[in-house]
């Protein structure tokens, strides 16, 4: 099973105070903590995912659109998130600009690791980079484009083609300068249209789990 009771106790920036242990057992009754001006609500779900950066919205939408009945905790509304200065683009060998392939991706990459970066991953990342993107083009991601119409990719510092012997790669999809500031306002569309709920400003602070390891 993908997901059992996943429990997390959570908090408001305006809760200070606190009792560690007494707020873990008033979130579970759902009482009022003593002296707190609001009750502590025990909420259900089947998958929390904590963090609403790319990654933490990405993984929300996989799991609200296979049905899973999904919240998504945030320190920050989902759009103000740290991607949201990311403004170059993202690395995909789709060769709207010239010949491409994901092995020279790969190849840049474990490079520009210095050959520390763990092989398998970045295997996984380079090879389905690609999908990623289109994926992205169809949740409505507005990127820049060439006159042709294909998504614009631009040219970054080590990127190469042919294993580093082809001279300078144009790999980088993007939407101009604004790439982060533009795949957050996509991905939390596509997660609101799933049906995810936000805790927007709320924190984890315990993951419960029996005596098996369980959640």
């Not at 908090?11 to 707190?36: I, N, Q």
């Not at 200065?85 to 995909?92: D, E, K, T, V």
């Not at 398998?120 to 993107?133: F, L, S, T």
């Not at 249209?193 to 709320?202: A, I, L, P, R, S």
């Amino acid at each position: 099973m993908l997901f059992s009771a996943i429990v997390f106790i959570v908090e408001t920036k305006t809760y200070k105070k606190r009792d560690k242990h007494l707020l873990m057992l008033f979130f579970a009754v759902g009482c009022s903590v003593p002296g707190s001006s609001y009750t502590i609500v025990d909420h259900t779900y089947d998958a929390v995912v904590v963090g609403a950066g790319g990654a933490g919205l990405r993984a929300a939408i996989g799991l609200s659109e296979h049905g899973f009945n999904t919240a998504c905790i945030t320190k920050l509304f989902p759009t103000r998130s740290h991607t949201v200065a990311a403004q170059g683009g993202i690395n995909a060998a789709l060769g709207n600009m010239s010949e491409d392939d994901w092995r020279w991706h790969m190849y840049d990459t474990v490079k520009g690791s210095d050959w520390l970066g763990d092989q398998d991953a970045i295997q996984y990342m380079c090879r389905e980079a690609p999908k990623a993107v289109i994926e992205l083009e169809n949740y409505g991601l507005p990127f820049s484009r060439t006159e042709d119409g294909k998504i614009y990719q631009r040219a970054f510092g080590g990127q190469s083609l042919n294993f580093g012997k082809g001279g300078q790669a144009y790999r980088c999809a993007c939407a101009a300068d604004r790439t982060g500031h533009a795949l957050l306002h996509t991905l939390y569309g596509q997660a609101m249209k799933h049906n995810t709920q936000f805790f927007v400003e709320y924190f984890a602070l315990d993951l419960l789990m029996d005596s098996s390891g369980g959640f």
